[in-house]
């Protein structure tokens, strides 16, 4: 289903996004910025390719992020992968793709959008995500403005730019959500 925060509607990827992800999954810095996940370049077959075989999978579950308003754009994606469902837990993203939607607050709706979802709805224990340990940014989204803990620095573990670079893994377990919505 679809999922609503203040500022955005996630949404199912649709065939009319393969154009605009395609730009993203081609974007240096977009790449830059995700760390350890790295891609060859994407043509137009590559990416109808991968929309058509990736239907239902119950390990990831994806989302357009569309900004709410009488014009709603598109403006990144989000979502859940490697779904572990007898751990209940699973790894968290998001990518907002244009350098000009980024630093706009959107980041933490959609974070927190997908908090109340994996934890009230899919009733999952634990959220963790993985970024670059360069990605000041993104870990300020996570942990200084939604909460979430440092709780594992993976050294040197992608090469970038000529060196190695660190990883840093975040996560956020549901009964800290449910205590902070209660305060
Ligand atoms: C990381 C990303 C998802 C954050 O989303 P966003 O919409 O830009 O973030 P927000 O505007 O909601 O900002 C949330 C918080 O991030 C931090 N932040 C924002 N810009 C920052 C910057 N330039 N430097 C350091 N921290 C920053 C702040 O803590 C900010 O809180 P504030 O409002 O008090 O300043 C987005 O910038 C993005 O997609 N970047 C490229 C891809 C990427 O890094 N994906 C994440 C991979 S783990």
């Given at each position: 289903?679809?999922?609503?925060?203040?500022?955005?509607?996630?949404?199912?990827?649709?065939?009319?996004?393969?154009?605009?992800?395609?730009?993203?999954?081609?974007?240096?810095?977009?790449?830059?910025?995700?760390?350890?996940?790295?891609?060859?370049?994407?043509?137009?077959?590559?990416?109808?390719?991968?929309?058509?075989?990736?239907?239902?999978?119950?390990?990831?579950?994806?989302?357009?992020?569309?900004?709410?308003?009488?014009?709603?754009?598109?403006?990144?994606?989000?979502?859940?992968?490697?779904?572990?469902?007898?751990?209940?837990?699973?790894?968290?993203?998001?990518?907002?793709?244009?350098?000009?939607?980024?630093?706009?607050?959107?980041?933490?709706?959609?974070?927190?959008?997908?908090?109340?979802?994996?934890?009230?709805?899919?009733?999952?224990?634990?959220?963790?995500?993985?970024i670059?340990?360069?990605n000041k940014?993104s870990l300020g989204?996570f942990v200084?403005?939604?909460?979430?803990?440092?709780?594992?620095?993976?050294?040197?573990?992608?090469?970038?730019?000529?060196?190695?670079?660190?990883?840093v893994?975040?996560?956020?377990?549901?009964?800290?959500?449910?205590?902070?919505?209660?305060?």
């Amino acid at each position: 289903m679809n999922l609503c925060g203040e500022k955005v509607i996630l949404r199912a990827v649709e065939p009319r996004d393969l154009e605009l992800l395609q730009r993203w999954k081609n974007d240096p810095e977009v790449e830059f910025f995700q760390g350890e996940s790295w891609s060859p370049p994407v043509g137009k077959k590559a990416q109808e390719l991968w929309f058509r075989s990736h239907g239902w999978d119950s390990r990831t579950m994806r989302w357009m992020i569309e900004l709410r308003g009488r014009r709603p754009r598109t403006v990144g994606y989000c979502g859940f992968w490697s779904v572990d469902w007898k751990n209940r837990k699973a790894q968290t993203g998001l990518v907002i793709g244009n350098g000009s939607d980024r630093g706009r607050g959107v980041g933490v709706d959609v974070l927190r959008t997908l908090a109340d979802y994996g934890f009230r709805e899919l009733g999952l224990n634990k959220l963790y995500a993985c970024i670059a340990a360069y990605n000041k940014r993104s870990l300020g989204l996570f942990v200084r403005k939604c909460g979430w803990r440092q709780e594992g620095l993976f050294h040197q573990s992608f090469f970038r730019q000529g060196r190695f670079h660190d990883t840093v893994q975040v996560s956020i377990l549901a009964r800290e959500v449910a205590r902070r919505n209660r305060e």
